[in-house]
């Protein structure tokens, strides 16, 4: 799978959006976008995923910018139920590589009361 | 509705000696992985399976040896543990279609101390 770049830590007011930034400057045309999430002492959750258009879900919305070399993951209104590290991952869904979801270090967002 | 299984939650093993972390899912999934973290690191991938009976080395499987005996149950065996094992391993499942962009489901995930 290509890689991706993510700020080490972000942090948010609760009650604000946030926006969690990620490079992908070596995106293939097949690859998927999928963000994930783990707060503290609990496996990874999945949050949202996407190819070209921006999606929207229950939990967040995803913004890809046109040339794909970059998306946003934006949390409407931050809880502190949302203190968790962010995983940005791109998925081949093409390649012998398909079957495997591989993670990096994520962004870990701090939510201040 | 359980999910996904992780058994058990915390262990304590002396290096040398050997044990076998169960996954245990109930949505009919398919495909099935094994992760590692350590402190401060992302999900590294140590096997996964795509199905009954298939299993697959990932980045990380120096160690450790799988068995997808039943398609609800993942097996992740270590035969002569090491401190270099101490770690939190995850189990996570997804099913294979409508493409193999599900998403995946983990366990909450077993804290292992080898000393």
């Known amino acids: 799978d290509a890689k991706t770049t993510q700020p080490n830590s972000m942090e948010s007011n609760e009650e604000e959006p946030v926006h969690l930034p990620c490079n992908h400057s070596t995106i293939s045309g097949t690859d998927y976008i999928h963000w994930y999430r783990q707060l503290p002492s609990q496996g990874p959750e999945y949050v949202i995923h996407g190819l070209t258009s921006n999606v929207n879900n229950r939990m967040a919305s995803l913004a890809i910018a046109e040339d794909r070399k970059s998306s946003t993951l934006i949390l409407h209104r931050a809880t502190l139920r949302d203190a968790a590290v962010y995983y940005c991952?791109?998925?081949?869904?093409?390649?012998?590589?398909?079957?495997?979801?591989?993670f990096g270090k994520g962004t870990k967002l701090s939510v201040i009361p | 509705n359980a999910g996904v299984t992780q058994t058990p939650k915390f262990r304590v093993l002396k290096t040398g000696q050997s044990m076998t972390l169960l996954c245990a899912q109930d949505m009919n999934h398919e495909y099935m992985y094994w992760y590692r973290q350590d402190p401060g690191m992302g999900l590294r991938l140590i096997h996964y399976?795509?199905?009954?009976?298939?299993?697959a080395k990932g980045e990380v499987p120096d160690g450790y040896n799988v068995s997808r005996l039943k398609k609800q149950n993942f097996l992740l065996g270590l035969e002569s543990a090491a401190p270099s094992q101490t770690s939190v391993y995850f189990c996570?499942?997804?099913?294979?279609?409508?493409?193999?962009?599900?998403?995946?489901?983990f366990g909450q995930g077993t804290r292992l101390t080898v000393v």
């Open positions: 996570a499942s997804r099913r294979r279609l409508p493409y193999r962009n599900t998403e995946a489901f």
């Open positions: 991952i791109l998925r081949d869904v093409t390649g012998a590589g398909s079957y495997q979801l591989t």
């Open positions: 399976s795509v199905g009954e009976g298939t299993t």
